[in-house]
T-cell receptor, first 111, second 114 residues
Framework: KNEVEQSPQNLTAQEGEFITINCSYS?????LHWLQQHPGGGIVSLFMLSSGKKKHGRLIATINIQEKHSSLHITASHPRDSAVYIC?????????????FGTGTRLKVLA | DTGVSQDPRHKITKRGQNVTFRCDPISEHNRLYWYRQTLGQGPEFLTYFQNEAQLEKSRLLSDRFSAERPKGSFSTLEIQRTEQGDSAMYLCASSSDRVNEKLFFGSGTQLSVL
């Protein structure tokens, strides 16, 4: 079992739909990142969360530390949201930060 | 500063050749990470620098791989005697020591070993 699991692995939605991507993890963490990766490799950090909820435009990220679970929501989805969304957890060991990445959720939004 | 830069973007090489990649992190970032990503997978940790010190190296990294960050600024990742299994996207990321600092990624170097 991977230490960071995402669901679904693949998701196709129609433009305008509300989208939810889930991330569950099994290690104790100090923070969780949601990342967006477009074809060609570039990765952009969307959110870093250690508790509660954050909102940026049409994106909302929530985290429940007790349940070791986070969700990324996209409201009013658009074809330009098509990308791979990766959950990454940060934990502290021996005074340094380490990250474990999920395998990503491939989102395709159809016009 | 426009972010983390990686060079080259693409590298095609023949099996057995040596390759070197460069990463220029965001200037004030003291933490630098190298990751490898293959198709359909999330990034896998390779190695980590704090300033010029290489503090951790993954067991994934065979002795054909070496990384340096000589002045605590840019970093290089060298792969000697490349194998077809080394074909992947090599990603560099940097961050500062601040607790709430995000991780910033470069665009990656796509390596193809023929």
């Amino acid at each position: 079992k991977n230490e960071v699991e995402q669901s679904p692995q693949n998701l196709t939605a129609q433009e305008g739909e509300f989208i939810t991507i889930n991330c569950s993890y099994s290690v104790g963490i100090s923070a969780l990142h949601w990342l967006q990766q477009h074809p060609g490799g570039g990765i952009v950090s969307l959110f870093m969360l250690s508790s509660g909820k954050k909102k940026h435009g049409r994106l909302i990220a929530t985290i429940n530390i007790q349940e070791k679970h986070s969700s990324l929501h996209i409201t009013a989805s658009h074809p330009r949201d098509s990308a791979v969304y990766i959950c990454a957890v940060r934990y502290t060991t021996s005074g340094t930060y380490k990250y474990i990445f999920g395998t990503g959720t491939r989102l395709k939004v159809l016009a | 500063d426009t972010g983390v830069s990686q060079d080259p973007r693409h590298k095609i090489t023949k099996r057995g050749q040596n390759v070197t990649f460069r990463c220029d992190p965001i200037s004030e970032h003291n933490r630098l990470y190298w990751y490898r990503q293959t198709l359909g997978q999330g990034p896998e940790f390779l190695t980590y620098f704090q300033n010029e010190a290489q503090l951790e190296k993954s067991r994934l990294l065979s002795d054909r791989f070496s990384a340096e960050r000589p002045k605590g600024s840019f970093s290089t990742l060298e792969i000697q005697r490349t194998e077809q299994g080394d074909s992947a996207m090599y990603l560099c990321a940097s961050s500062s020591d601040r607790v709430n600092e995000k991780l910033f990624f470069g665009s990656g170097t796509q390596l193809s070993v023929l």
